[in-house]
């Protein structure tokens, strides 16, 4: 059980697109869900948290008008990269967690290579 | 922002041999937990330890709790090729810098 998933697990884009993460809960209700990137050979690092429902809370330094965060249902919430460039070139990762529990449950990751 | 700082940040045994990684951090937690992250792949989870705890074993993994030091341990026994990885701590929804574990055949 507790599993996580993410589409697309890899993308490619050009400079100037918009980019779509997808991250399911498939078999639990995520009542908050967590958005990091991580940089090659560097540590995960918290982009915004989201709970169903409700407005994401960005990390001091997050653009959030860059980053967007949706999390419209109990079990999927998106992360759209606006305007993409290359420094926003990174490995996105999504956890979910439900209220009985302190453990986050990680997706496998997406990979994002903007050209 | 990251709360925790890893050490050492790299770390190369001999098969059989014990790892121990330290996490040390700066303000008040609820919990820390202790994850792995195969080169370029998805975290698994490997061990919560509350607050009000000291110490948890899981198999091969042992880890520690000092609240007083702001400080976490995590010690691999016996180690096997197979534990060859990236491993942080998490204080709540942050994460330590990470220490990369090689272990050597």
């Known amino acids: 059980g507790a599993v996580v998933s993410q589409h697309p697990s890899r993308v490619i884009c050009k400079s100037g697109t918009s980019v779509k993460i997808e991250c399911r809960s498939l078999d639990f209700q995520a009542t908050t869900m967590f958005w990091y990137r991580q940089f090659p050979k560097q540590s995960l690092m918290l982009m915004a948290t989201s709970n169903e429902g409700s407005k994401a809370t960005y990390e001091q330094g997050v653009e959030k008008d860059k980053f967007l965060i949706n999390h419209a249902s109990l079990t999927l919430s998106t992360l759209t990269v606006t305007s993409a460039h290359p420094e926003d070139s990174s490995f996105y990762i999504c956890?979910?967690?439900?209220?009985?529990?302190?453990?986050?449950?990680f997706g496998p990751g997406t990979r994002l290579t903007v050209l | 922002s990251q709360q925790g700082e890893e050490d050492p940040q790299a770390l190369s045994i001999q098969e059989g041999e014990n790892a121990t990684m330290n996490c040390s951090y700066k303000?008040?937690?609820?919990?820390l937990q202790w994850y792995r992250q195969n080169s370029g792949r998805g975290l698994v989870h490997l061990i919560l330890?509350?607050?009000?705890?000291r110490e948890k074993h899981s198999g091969r993994l042992r880890v520690t709790l000092d609240t007083s030091k702001k400080s976490s341990s995590l010690l691999i026994t016996a180690s096997r090729a197979a534990d060859t990885a990236s491993y942080f701590c998490?204080?709540?929804?942050?994460f330590g810098t990470g220490t990369s574990l090689t272990v050597i055949p």
């Open positions: 956890s979910a967690r439900t209220y009985s529990t302190d453990t986050q449950y």
């Open positions: 998490a204080m709540d929804y942050y």
């Open positions: 303000t008040s937690i609820n919990n």
């Open positions: 330890i509350r607050s009000n705890e």
